[in-house]
């Protein structure tokens, strides 16, 4: 369809030419393929195998990986539009979810094959991850033929936990802070056929748990929290190690022992467990940990516990970034890599002993739950850095003008260091001169714009290079556009603003069209911590994303994406809608966002592929005004009565029309029971 430009020649051209607006205005480049996004936005590398690009340049969604069909995440994301489903909306593909958990049980029955295992693997999924209950249901259901489990850190997901799990033979790892009445509960539910193990992650726990015990004359299975002195590295590398918040010393582990010896409940302690932490992008942090296990387990045995389980915990890595390094947001190895060092290890240690192997648990959170969600928001505008092509100065112009026009002129790949230190001077030396009232404002404003039109013209330049000089680096982050967009980070991403975790985020159309301008992402919250700023890239991480330029609205054709009853009363966009989607934030982002500004939750819609195509399964809407402000203690109704009490004032004062207070009342009450985010 079009010719192939030859790739040197497309480079020199852009060298000689300077890049005005129009220019980056101008759209696709004749060039630009699916292949040049998948390679930009390194899809293939995070996505794979459930996410890519199709002919038409959209991403496309495989939820059942290499085993099924897919679905066009841009026209799913319409046609739920379509559904009134507004912006910003979570699409859960509960086929990912079981994708998953065959995954990660079928990586473990390989490796139990390959290394002739006399164990078995029984995984469970910790609620903490993501607590939302029609995740849970699907967790539980797609687990069953692998007795799959769940984990409990607390009262109130042990509760969860108790009620939805009914999978015979699975278990039910009771972690976290615990009293009497969690401890009770959690033998009561053996009566009700359940596996509790309760976990020691306190040496108090000892007491209460035996006290229990004789109170109800039910012999629990326990588990023991061992910290490790391996550590985990990076952001959650202290959930290990002797000052870690939880988990047994090994003297604590001793007198355990002791203390349930002494009450001859020694029988009861079957379970070694331990997790060092989340995101663990080495290899080697793991098989040092399993090592260490597999000797305390050992030692455990000799002791005289009636071992049967090691519980590794979690730590299983995502490749947020697709490089498979030990990057913190990535990982340098496999699912299976991770199946075979734990039951490598185990095997290992207990031949050296000549014990039986135990039944080997892992507690997989992110793993599992991290793929299944997509965020897909909308883009409501940009700001971007003015570049102009400049006009040439007068003769009776500043002379700072003329130089700067002349640096401007002569910028070349030979110079453009020296030009922007050049350009970076006439511009200060403008600023304090019209500090000191030697030029007119409309002249500084001139020196702005011709500044940023160098700025420009080098930047193109320098991205052309192999090496980006240190004091050039910024010049990226400094000609970023701003691309507002339609969510919250503290809702949707707190991660990414509490942390600085990488999500992959990218356009999910036009993926066949050049990217021409690079981006930062700001939200819709008055907060300047509510941006993104940091993008994966293949080397450590990028500070500007590649973004289309917002394309003009071609007049009224008519509400081809119409929402419904929401889009009537709001004025059309200016510019065709402009999706992107944050990928791989199905764990821990949902019950960690916050209603900073009173964001509330998003829409959520789970998406269950069929024959035909996909079948939308549930939808949860999301916070409505009078929801959010109901969790800050304000009646909806209160509110109303208070406006139309000002407004009826505001009438006999004659402040304000009949039509006027009606048409207040009107939007106000309406808004109430709408969603948080703006419609577009
Ligand atoms: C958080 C947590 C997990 C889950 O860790 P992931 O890294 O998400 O797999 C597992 N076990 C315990 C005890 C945890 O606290």
Redesign the pocket.
């Known amino acids: 369809m079009t010719e192939p430009t030859n790739q040197s020649e497309k480079q020199s051209q852009s060298l000689t030419r300077s890049v005005s607006q129009a220019e980056l205005q101008n759209g696709p480049q004749a060039t630009w393929t699916i292949e040049d996004s998948e390679e930009l936005y390194r899809i293939n590398g995070w996505g794979e195998p459930y996410f890519s690009i199709n002919a038409a340049g959209h991403v496309t969604v495989s939820p059942m990986g290499d085993r099924g069909g897919s679905l066009d995440l841009y026209e799913l994301t319409n046609a739920l539009k379509q559904r009134n489903l507004g912006l910003p909306l979570l699409i859960r593909f509960s086929d990912i979810l079981e994708d998953r958990i065959e995954r990660l049980n079928a990586c473990f029955s390989r490796a139990i094959a390959r290394y002739s295992y006399a164990g078995d693997y029984r995984g469970v999924f910790?609620v903490?991850?993501n607590q939302q209950r029609h995740l849970i249901e699907d967790l539980v259901r797609f687990g069953k033929p692998h007795q799959f489990g769940l984990?409990a850190?607390s009262k109130p997901e042990l509760m969860i936990a108790l009620a939805l799990l009914d999978t015979p033979g699975s278990l039910l790892i009771c972690?976290g802070y615990k009293d009497q009445e969690y401890i009770e509960t959690a033998m009561l539910a053996r009566r009700l056929g359940h596996t509790p193990i309760i976990v020691l992650e306190q040496i108090e726990e000892v007491e209460l748990v035996i006290e229990a015990s004789r109170k109800l004359n039910i012999e629990p299975i326990l588990g023991v929290?061992a910290k490790l002195s391996a550590k985990g590295i990076g952001r959650?590398g202290t959930?290990a190690g002797d000052r870690a918040k939880?988990g047994l010393t090994i003297p604590e582990i001793i007198r355990a022992v002791e203390q349930l010896r002494s009450t001859d409940m020694l029988n009861s302690l079957q379970l070694l467990?331990f997790?060092i932490?989340?995101?663990?992008s080495s290899i080697s942090v793991i098989k040092d940990a399993i090592r260490e296990a597999g000797q305390i387990y050992g030692e455990l045995v000799k002791l005289g516990a009636n071992m049967n389980y090691l519980d590794v915990?979690?730590?299983?890595?995502v490749d947020y970034d697709g490089s498979k390094t030990n990057f913190y947001a990535s990982k340098n190895y496999s699912m299976q890599n991770y199946a075979n060092d734990v039951v490598a290890a185990m095997k290992d240690a207990c031949q050296q002993r000549g014990i039986a192997v135990p039944t080997l648990v892992s507690?997989?959170?992110?793993?599992?739950?991290s793929h299944q969600s997509v965020l897909v928001f909308d883009v409501l505008g940009t700001s971007d850095v003015i570049s102009e092509i400049p006009e040439l100065p007068a003769d009776d112009d500043p002379l700072v003008l003329r130089n700067l026009y002349e640096t401007y002129q002569s910028i070349s790949v030979d110079n453009y260091q020296e030009a922007y230190h050049d350009a970076t001077q006439f511009k200060e030396e403008a600023v304090s001169m019209f500090g000191f009232g030697y030029i007119s404002l409309t002249d500084r404003a001139r020196v702005e714009r011709l500044y940023w039109a160098c700025c420009r013209k080098i930047l193109e330049i320098a991205r052309q290079q192999d090496y980006v000089p240190d004091d050039l680096e910024d010049l990226e982050k400094i000609m970023a556009s701003i691309y507002y967009v339609n969510f919250s980070v503290f809702q949707s991403a707190p991660d990414a603003w509490a942390i600085d975790q990488l999500f992959p985020i990218m356009p999910i159309h036009r993926l066949n069209e050049e990217p021409t301008c690079r981006g930062t992402l700001a939200d819709l919250t008055c907060d300047s911590d509510g941006k993104i700023d940091q993008f994966i890239d293949l080397r450590d991480v990028k500070y500007v994303l590649e973004l289309h330029p917002l394309k003009k609205n071609l007049p009224a054709e008519d509400g081809q994406f119409a929402t419904g009853a929401d889009s009537a009363s709001h004025s059309q966009s200016t510019h065709e809608p402009y999706y992107l989607g944050m990928f791989l934030s199905g764990?821990?982002q949902e019950i960690m966002g916050n209603l900073h500004n009173l964001f509330g939750d998003t829409n959520t819609v789970h998406i269950k592929l069929t024959p035909k195509g996909y079948q939308i399964e549930h939808v949860v809407k999301g916070d409505t005004m009078r929801e959010v402000l109901g969790y800050v203690q304000y009646d909806a109704e209160d509110l109303i009565e208070n406006i139309r009490r000002r407004s009826e004032q505001a009438l006999q004062e004659h402040q304000i029309t009949l039509e006027e207070s009606q048409l207040l009342l009107q939007n106000y009450e309406r808004s109430l029971s709408r969603y948080t985010y703006l419609s577009s």
């Open positions: 910790p903490k991850c984990e850190g972690n929290r959650w959930s939880f467990h997790h932490g989340s995101q663990i915990g979690g730590g299983l890595g507690e997989s959170g992110r793993a599992i739950a764990a821990y």
